[in-house]
């Protein structure tokens, strides 16, 4: 059963009816509750977008809990502006706060309990990303015990980056063994995201398959 807290999150009612349209297939209730999400938990996410995940988050952290929003200075250069302080115009959040920075330097201010990389692995590839140095970095900004939680488009076996470019997919196992190779524990892997009907030959962003795209979301662990 899914956590009050996390539930009345997604219910909140200082959402964009935007968002609320990709709950069904995103299921972030089933998600945030896979990562044990607590109300007084310092977490971060890297590469926000325009803040779907994070908000809800924010919304959940009631006894102190706080988000941090990143976005890369070429994101908010191509948004021309941060879309986390634009979002924050018309739907305010005290413990929503936008930072801005690389991906493998993202000026997380504090230690964190967690940090989610959403739907974004595979773009730290399409930027030509550090990727080895950016999972170092939340590495050394999680706490000890600390969750990394990354949820991306699944790509066919064998395929490790092949994909990124050009339909911005990514294979889970090559995921997996960078991350552990930063000193992650891959602790568990939610699999209710994924959609058999996916050939995963598909570019994510065609219409028929647009938000509907088999996704892994693994959780991991720093020791």
Same mark, same amino acid.
């Not at 899914?2 to 999150?9: G, M, P, V, Y």
């Not at 349209?21 to 938990?41: A, H, Q, S, W, Y």
């Given at each position: 059963?899914?956590?009050d807290?996390?539930?009345?999150?997604?219910?909140?009612?200082?959402?964009?009816?935007?968002?609320?349209?990709?709950?069904?297939?995103?299921?972030?209730?089933?998600?945030?509750?896979?990562?044990?999400i607590?109300?007084?938990?310092?977490?971060?996410?890297?590469?926000?977008?325009?803040?779907?995940?994070s908000?809800?988050?924010?919304?959940?952290?009631?006894?102190?809990?706080?988000?941090?929003?990143?976005?890369?200075?070429?994101?908010v250069?191509?948004?021309?502006?941060?879309?986390?302080?634009?979002?924050?115009?018309?739907?305010?959040?005290?413990?929503?706060?936008? /930072?801005?920075?690389?991906?493998e330097?993202?000026?997380?201010?504090?230690?964190?309990?967690?940090?989610?990389? /959403?739907?974004?692995?595979?773009?730290?590839?399409?930027?030509?990303?550090?990727?080895?140095?950016?999972n170092?970095?939340?590495?050394?900004?999680?706490?000890?015990?600390g969750?990394?939680?990354?949820?991306?488009?699944?790509?066919?076996?064998?395929?490790g980056?092949?994909?990124?470019?050009?339909?911005?997919?990514?294979?889970?196992?090559? /995921?997996?063994?960078?991350?552990?190779?930063?000193?992650?524990?891959?602790e568990?892997?939610?699999?209710?995201?994924?959609?058999?009907?996916?050939?995963?030959?598909?570019?994510?962003f065609?219409?028929?398959?647009?938000?509907?795209?088999?996704?892994? /979301?693994?959780?991991?662990r720093?020791?």
């Amino acid at each position: 059963m899914i956590a009050d807290h996390i539930l009345s999150a997604v219910t909140h009612q200082n959402r964009p009816d935007s968002d609320r349209e990709r709950d069904v297939n995103r299921k972030p209730g089933e998600v945030l509750d896979f990562f044990n999400i607590k109300t007084t938990d310092k977490i971060g996410e890297i590469n926000s977008g325009r803040g779907y995940l994070s908000s809800i988050i924010a919304h959940a952290l009631k006894d102190g809990g706080i988000v941090y929003a990143h976005t890369s200075p070429k994101s908010v250069e191509r948004w021309k502006g941060n879309p986390i302080e634009k979002r924050l115009g018309e739907f305010p959040q005290d413990n929503l706060i936008p /930072v801005v920075g690389e991906m493998e330097s993202p000026n997380f201010p504090d230690k964190l309990d967690k940090i989610f990389n /959403v739907m974004t692995y595979h773009y730290s590839v399409w930027t030509k990303a550090d990727r080895s140095a950016m999972n170092r970095s939340i590495f050394d900004t999680l706490i000890t015990g600390g969750i990394y939680g990354i949820l991306d488009h699944h790509a066919k076996s064998g395929h490790g980056i092949n994909d990124c470019h050009s339909i911005h997919r990514i294979e889970k196992n090559f /995921v997996i063994k960078e991350v552990e190779a930063s000193g992650f524990i891959l602790e568990d892997e939610l699999t209710s995201l994924e959609n058999h009907d996916d050939s995963l030959t598909s570019m994510v962003f065609e219409k028929e398959i647009r938000d509907r795209t088999s996704r892994f /979301v693994l959780k991991f662990r720093k020791p």
